[in-house]
């Protein structure tokens, strides 16, 4: 079979390999649609040191069953299913309160085992999930992000009527901008610094959109709430700029949620006195516990996630590393790039 496989830092290549051999628990899959992640760069660029290279990358796929483990009953030969690529080890304490994505033992296909870079790709019966009919599989590579992104929305509170900002309009925050339409809230306000993006933003449900860096962000989002600022702020960026804007543009008693991942040694001059005063909670949203993936799959296959616009990138295995590349150094916008096979 063919597969993608980072050698080592910055050197990738498309080889053919022997087609994964499964043990009694696991399914091979014959990989359909598999986006590339801002992670996948980080694996590329050798900063993430838990995916010891050689790797096969990968970890937002879908495909067809193709063999399945002998001790697996409730799997067959032709299913359509879509990954969830975290692994747990259901014995640690975190396993044992419901807290699966602190798993003291986590793996991951497509970091610490061969992921859906490839033709096929034997998956752990645990993270193998049957997706509807109805669902196609460029929506259903979409599986991981968006079930991510329905734990920040759960994190963040967010109820009927909210005024929601998002930072970030990638495709994580073009995902929000329709999940939490989906969810109720009254308006989505959406900021970036790319005009093209936001423009997709628009098209997806959001009222308003915002570039930071000609609007006066503060002014219009206190304006279309009354002055009184948005119920919910999702940090979809990760940058300093949007988490320090995000103080000025929660409402008394609102939720800033920390979803885009910022600089490690990032800190912030946060008034401690307004997280008193102001009764500001302030809240991490880490990856995708189990209880949000069966969810992600059920909303999307109802068809109210749009995600074609999101692939701006359609590619073959042979592209990977160009998209890669174009992530790595911005040289053009990619918004999601997706391998087809
Ligand atoms: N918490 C989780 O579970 C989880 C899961 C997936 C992704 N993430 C993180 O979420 C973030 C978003 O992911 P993505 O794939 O959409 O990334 P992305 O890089 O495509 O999107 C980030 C967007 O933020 C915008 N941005 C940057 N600086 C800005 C500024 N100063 N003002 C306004 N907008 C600005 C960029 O233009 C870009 O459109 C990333 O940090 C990613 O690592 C977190
Ligand atoms: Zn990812
Ligand atoms: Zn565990």
Redesign the pocket.
Known sequence: MKAAIIKEKRVLKVENVDKPKITDNEVLVKVKASGV??TDVHVYEGEIPIAKLPVIPGHEFCGVVEEVGKAIKDIKIGDRIAVEPNLFCGQCHFCRTGKKHFCENWAAVGLTRSGGFAEYCAVPRQAVYKIEDSLSFNDAAFFE?TA?VL??IERSHAKLGDTVVV???????LIYTQALKAVGVKSVII????DN?LKIAKSLGAEKTLN?KKDDVVKIVKEMTYGLGAEVVID????E??LNLAFSLVQNCGSIVV???PPENLKLPVKMYDIYRREVSVIG????PPPTNEQALKLMATGRIKYDQLVTHPVSLDQVESAILKMRDHTETV?KAQIRF
């Open positions: 992640c801002g992000p991510c734990h920040g930072m970030g309009a990638g495709s994580i925050g900021c970036d610094i790319d993006k930071s979809a960026a990760g940058a700029q949007t979803f885009g991942v949203s880490f990856t995708n918004i």
